[in-house]
């Protein structure tokens, strides 16, 4: 038997599809799955999503034989009150548009996390496939975001991100995190002239390279910020990030990728984790991509100097808050450590 969900922004979900153990083999469960999906088509869906396990050869040649097509690897958290255990499970999605070819694919993980207590992961393969021929950069980025237009975080999450066709998900922020925010927005505004502003937590995108971030600071001009869509990355001027203990990662390696290649020359990282800060500065080339050519790694207490074409602003960072070890999600053992 298989089923699908109703479709919600031309996107259904094939589920369940299942099979008894003595009739397996025999072609069942695909010419189901084929039907389903048919009918899903019928009923106005462009998309359709499933889970199989990566794991499993035969269900994945299945799919991909049927018209999915895998596109990218993801991880999902499920957090426990105690310790996470090994060996647990592995699921995976795949995802597709119903009724045609593809051939695009990408792969990285993501994480829905409801909490911040210790937690195990299944991984989550997916498979999407775009009809009418291959799924270009642009075309993938459109349908994450469509799918992204339709979704409420869960409590304790923040507004996803988009970057390398992937959705990706991060904790919403800890007071720490957010007073820090404050402090160099204060700090920042008035040394703005007029037409600039520092603003919070905006969607800012380049379409053609499919990404989508969301700074926790940036400074653009007032003029900027009346759009309807999200804000064009070329606009802003400085990008800061304030590192969650959740996934250092994103701020110091994928917005280090994605910042420079999205036209924004300058960005800088204040860590709680440690209390330190890093600027990059001055967008060039290398190996094909843009880059940024200088970096500066200082502790907390030595100004940030930012020499922008707007003047040099000077951010103190003396007295910014340190995460505590709940912050950081430490252990009463590894507090004494």
Avoid at 163 to 182: C, E, F, N, W, Y
Avoid at 217 to 223: A, F, G, M, Q, R
Avoid at 301 to 312: E, R, S
């Amino acid at each position: 038997m298989a089923a699908v969900t109703s479709v919600v922004g031309g996107v259904v979900r094939v589920d369940p599809v299942y099979a008894p153990a003595h009739l397996r083999g025999r072609g069942h469960a695909g010419a189901v799955t084929v039907e389903a999906s048919r009918a899903a088509q019928a009923a106005g869906a462009t998309d359709g999503v499933l889970f199989t396990a990566p794991d499993n050869p035969t269900s994945n040649a299945l799919h991909q034989r049927i018209g999915y097509v895998h596109l990218a690897d993801f991880a999902g958290y499920v957090f426990l009150r105690s310790a996470p255990q090994a060996g647990q499970g592995r699921s995976s999605l795949l995802a597709g548009a119903v009724g045609g070819q593809g051939e695009r694919r990408a792969h990285g993980p993501i994480g829905w996390v409801p909490d911040r207590r210790p937690c195990t992961h299944r991984q989550i393969v997916a498979l999407i496939l775009e009809a009418g021929g291959p799924m270009t950069q642009q075309t993938l980025y459109r349908r994450l975001r469509a799918m992204r237009d339709h979704f409420t975080p869960p409590p304790g999450l923040a507004w996803p991100e988009i970057s390398d066709g992937k959705i990706v998900m991060m904790m919403s922020p800890r007071p720490r995190h957010q007073l820090t925010a404050t402090r160099i927005r204060d700090r920042l505004s008035r040394q703005l002239p007029d037409d600039l502003g520092v603003f919070e937590a905006t969607d800012t995108d380049d379409e053609a390279l499919g990404k989508l971030r969301i700074p926790d600071l940036h400074v653009c001009p007032y003029d900027a910020m009346e759009t309807d869509g999200p804000l064009d990355s070329r606009e802003i001027t400085l990008a800061i990030e304030i590192v969650s203990p959740s996934n250092p990662e994103n701020d110091y390696r994928d917005k280090t990728r994605d910042y420079p290649a999205m036209g924004i020359p300058h960005y800088l990282i204040l860590d709680p984790r440690d209390g330190t800060w890093t600027y990059q500065w001055e967008i060039g080339r290398a190996d094909g991509r843009s880059v940024y050519e200088n970096r500066l790694h200082l502790p907390y207490g030595k100004p940030v100097a930012l020499d922008t074409d707007f003047g040099t602003w000077t951010i103190d960072t003396t007295d910014l808050p340190r995460y505590s070890a709940k912050d950081m999600g430490l252990s009463p053992e590894q507090r004494e450590l």
